[in-house]
Each structure stands twice: as structure tokens, then as C-alpha cells.
């Protein structure tokens, strides 16, 4: 029985085969144990004998077992350690970052081009009035320059006066010119603003067009300022956007709160007028509208129009980047996949 289990003992390896042994042979129902209980059968002469055997066999398996169980510790927490072992000589893992979304980016470029040029942030409110995002614009109700900005109401007011989501930016026109002109409304200070932020137009969403999206506008009021202001600026901003070698075009247009009323075209950054795929031929991308801010537009926001003159522009900082990164649908902007935004 010795033999045996000492060479047994030999090859436990692990905690969990040295618990095994130790109940199979020094257990209450283990081999020694069996050996004690049938004592009982033998002769009074012989049982001092076996019982003596018996108490040596049980203290040599037990220092035995104390020997074997240090050596296995000593090599489980060896093997422990080698297994966590951290090599301090390895360069460190970088933590993922996160980043400033793409569109965000752009807003910034913008925003730091015009504030070289004197403009400063102004912030405005996404829910607005009817009156503030359409009549104090000079699109009275039911003017049809309504269609080309479908509306998400928020509460109908029998006064006409519904509260909405902002189709555009431009009500921050005119927060910003009566809060500039009630410091001094005999001699309103003059205005260089940017209004970013976002707007909210009921449409159908396609690669071209989300309900909701950013809009950056910018908002000049002074003495004699003119139409050469607005074009030398626009020039300016474009060529600090998207390189010095960029041609610009002022194609008229209309808005019901400028007058006259244009919109900026730039020469195609892909083909460079040639017609290409960007800019399905024409050679010209479409960047923003702009005009000179109407006469009535100007007394709303408490600026007399026959003192004071101005321009405005506005542009979607989305189609700015589409364009600078050649993005081609404007859905991803807020589908959040993290393998498009890591792109920026
Ligand atoms: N508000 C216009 C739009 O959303 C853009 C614009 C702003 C045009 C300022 C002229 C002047 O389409």
C-alpha cells in the first residue's frame, strides 16, 4: 500500500490531483482507513503489529503528501506568474480615441476663417416662431418661397404664429440685429456674425438631402457696405477653404430676405470644369446662397435701411465636406457607423 501510494503521490501534478490522493488513501473512507476498520478481524497478537505498520505507513504518507503539496504550489504559482508575467519593455497600447464628428470639423475651419475676418459666433435657438423664421424674413404667410422650405411644426396657433423647427438659420438674423440694435437705437453698432447650427426641413431623405442638417450663415451690417464686400469675402472664405486656385461664380438668384439675391458656385474640385461625375458636367458645384440684406429685413431687425446696408450668406457645412472629402451621400453624416466617422 505504500509503494503504491507514494508512487501515486509521484504523480500528482496539480492542487486538484493532490486533494484526489489524498482522500483515496488518507481519507475517512480511504485505503488506510479500510485497513484500520478490519483490524477488527485479526488475532490480539497480531493487531499492535498491524496497528503499528499502519500508524507508519499514515505518517509517512502525510509528510510525503506535505512535501509533494509544497512542491505543487510552488510550481502552480510559478506557472502563475509566468502566465501574467507583463514585459514592461513592450511599448504601450494606445486607448481608442474618440474625435470631433467630420461636419463638426468643417464648421470649425469656417468659423476660424471668418473670425480672421472680424465675425463672431453668435448662438440662436432651433424652435422658432413662424414670425421670426419666415415673416420678419419678409415671407409673409402663405408666401409661395415657402415650398422650398417644407416645415416641421411643433404647435399650430390659430394667430399664425406657429411654433416650429427652423428651416434655416437666418431668424438668427434677426435675433442677432435687434439684440445688437438695443444697445444703441439711435445709432445701432454694426455687425459681423456667424449663425451655425442645425435646421430641420420635412422632406424626403435621399443621398442629397436629410431632415435635419447644419447651416452656417453669416450676417455683414455697417455703413456703405456693398455687393463688392460680399463677393470679395465669399473669395476670400473659398480660396482659404479649398485652395487658392479656385474660380467662384455669382449666378443670380432669389430669396425672398436679400435682394438682389445670388448663388455661389465654384469651379468642379474634381474635373476643374472640365464636367465630371461631381459635378454631373457642368463643371460648377453649388456652395451657398448670399444677397444683400433686404431694406425690409434691416428696419425688422431695427436697422434703418436708409443708414445702413449689409449682406448675408449661408451654406450646409455637410455639403462643404461632401465636397472636400468627396463624400457622395449625405445620409452617413447621422448614421453614426464608426468606420465612416474614424475616417476623419
Ligand atoms: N437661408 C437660405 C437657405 O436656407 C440661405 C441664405 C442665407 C441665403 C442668407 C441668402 C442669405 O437656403
Known amino acids: 500500500l505504500r509503494e503504491e501510494a507514494l508512487q501515486a503521490l509521484e504523480r500528482a501534478q496539480t492542487s486538484a490531483d493532490l486533494a484526489a490522493w489524498r482522500s483515496t488513501y488518507l481519507g475517512k473512507k480511504g485505503k488506510l482507513s479500510q485497513v484500520l476498520r478490519g483490524m477488527g478481524n485479526l488475532s490480539p497478537e497480531e493487531r499492535p503489529i498491524v496497528g503499528r505498520l499502519a500508524n507508519d505507513i499514515k505518517e509517512t504518507l502525510e509528510q510525503a503528501y506535505t512535501e509533494r503539496a509544497e512542491a505543487v504550489r510552488q510550481a502552480e504559482l510559478a506557472a502563475h506568474l509566468a502566465a501574467d508575467a507583463v514585459d514592461v519593455t513592450l511599448p504601450g497600447r494606445r486607448p481608442p480615441l474618440g474625435r470631433l464628428h467630420p461636419s463638426t470639423q468643417v464648421m470649425r475651419e469656417i468659423e476660424r476663417i471668418f473670425a480672421d475676418l472680424g465675425f ?38 390659430p394667430d399664425e404664429n406657429d411654433v416650429l423647427l427652423r428651416t434655416h438659420t437666418s431668424p438668427g438674423q434677426i435675433h442677432a440685429m435687434r439684440e445688437f440694435a438695443a444697445m444703441n437705437p439711435d445709432n445701432p453698432p454694426p455687425v459681423r456674425i456667424m449663425l451655425p447650427g442645425m435646421v430641420y426641413r420635412h422632406e424626403q431623405i435621399t443621398p442629397r438631402s436629410d431632415i435635419q442638417f447644419q447651416q452656417v450663415e453669416g450676417l455683414a451690417i455697417g455703413h456703405h457696405i456693398t455687393m463688392a464686400d460680399l463677393k470679395g469675402t465669399i473669395e476670400y472664405f473659398v480660396r482659404r477653404l479649398f485652395g487658392p486656385e479656385r474660380r467662384l461664380r455669382f449666378r443670380a438668384s432669389y430669396f425672398p430676405f436679400t435682394e438682389p439675391s445670388a448663388e455661389v458656385d465654384m469651379d468642379c474640385l474634381l474635373c476643374g470644369g472640365e464636367g465630371c461625375r461631381l ?64 475616417q476623419f
Not at 448662438?123 to 424674413?137: G, K, M, P, T, W
Not at 457642368?282 to 431694406?295: K, N, Q, R
Not at 457622395?328 to 447621422?334: A, C, G, H, S, V
Request: proline fraction near 6%; charged fraction near 25%; aromatic fraction near 14%.
Open 120 to 157: 463672431q459666433v453668435y448662438a440662436s435657438r432651433e424652435v422658432e416662431l413662424d414670425e421670426y423664421n419666415f415673416q420678419l424674413l419678409n415671407i409673409p404667410p402663405h408666401h409661395p418661397a415657402r415650398e422650398m422650405q417644407d416645415t416641421f411644426y411643433i404647435e399650430r396657433s
Open 279 to 342: 459635378c454631373k458636367g457642368t463643371g460648377w458645384l453649388e456652395i451657398m446662397g448670399c444677397g444683400m440684406v433686404h431694406p425690409t429685413v434691416l428696419r425688422n431687425g431695427g436697422y434703418d435701411p436708409e443708414r445702413y446696408t449689409g449682406y448675408a450668406f449661408g451654406m450646409g457645412p455637410a455639403r462643404i465636406t461632401m465636397l472636400k472629402y468627396g463624400i457622395e451621400d449625405i445620409r452617413y453624416f447621422w448614421q453614426n457607423d464608426l468606420r465612416f466617422l474614424e
